[in-house]
């Protein structure tokens, strides 16, 4: 009897051990790469128990749906996620995005991230039209030839909107944005298409993490076996 306890209550540690390890990441980089380029209308994730779904519409027009694009790598640049209106057949690959440049988040597009359960994201990870982690704030950089990258509006649950600048790695908890929620809307929050360097203004996610909900999930099933106990006790 002894034996068995022990056993279990090293399962347990085990178990709760491998949980507050496992910090979903969704690697949009590597699912580019392992799944192949192409447009997909709800493009689901699953990392360690949680699950994630990408779609995408035309911006202020939900019934108006667009493709949420796994975008390869580009002259050796990583993918990413992004959003394209019309998908095609290209060099005999189906579900190609065409024209080939509306691959990524530009201005009117938006880009849905729907969490099967609640989550708060801690960090994305961004690309620029190039596919490279190179941004430079807008407020502080006005020099229109160089890379002036663009603000990514994100609007939580339909009600919650927050304008954050891009950068190449977005540190919520960091920012002191509490990003917890279900859905996820992202779209490129003004339009600077008069710029003369446009590839900047348009992005690609190329990762999205979530801390492990399976300790806290745990630990509440814990708590309440306590509370239990604590009754039968009393
Ligand atoms: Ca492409
Ligand atoms: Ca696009």
């Known amino acids: ?5 022990t056993s279990l209550a090293v399962a347990s540690a085990l178990t709760f051990g491998a949980s507050v390890q496992a910090a979903p990441i969704f690697n949009y980089t590597q699912y580019a790469d392992i799944d192949g380029e192409a447009g997909h209308s709800a493009l689901v994730k699953t990392e360690d128990g949680v699950t994630v779904t990408a779609t995408a519409f035309e911006t202020g027009n939900e019934q108006n749906s667009y493709y949420a694009y796994l975008d390869g790598s580009s002259y050796g640049e990583p993918g990413g996620l992004g959003v394209c209106k019309t998908l095609g057949v290209v060099a005999g690959v189906a579900d190609q995005c065409t024209p080939s440049n509306d691959d990524n988040v530009q201005f009117g597009e938006t880009l849905r991230l729907s969490f099967e359960n609640a989550v708060s994201i801690n ?3 961004f690309l620029n ?6 941004f430079r704030s807008w407020t502080t950089d006005t020099n229109p030839d160089s890379y002036v990258d663009t603000q990514v509006k994100i609007t939580v ?4 909107t927050h304008i954050v600048d891009l950068a190449a790695y977005v540190d919520f908890n960091d920012l002191g944005i509490d990003l917890s929620g279900s859905v996820f809307d992202f779209s490129v929050a003004y339009n600077y298409d008069y710029l003369a360097y446009a590839p900047a203004n348009q992005f690609y996610i190329s990762g999205v993490s979530v801390p492990a909900p399976a300790p806290l999930a745990l630990l509440a099933l814990g708590l309440m076996g306590f509370a239990a106990a604590s009754r039968k006790k009393a």
């Not at 009897?1 to 306890?5: D, E, F, R």
């Not at 039209?129 to 190179?134: D, I, R, S, T, W």
């Not at 649950?157 to 919650?160: K, L, N, V």
């Open 129 to 134: 039209g190039e596919h490279v982690a190179k």
């Open 1 to 5: 009897m002894k034996k068995t306890l």
């Open 123 to 125: 960090g994305i990870s």
């Open 157 to 160: 649950d339909g009600s919650t």
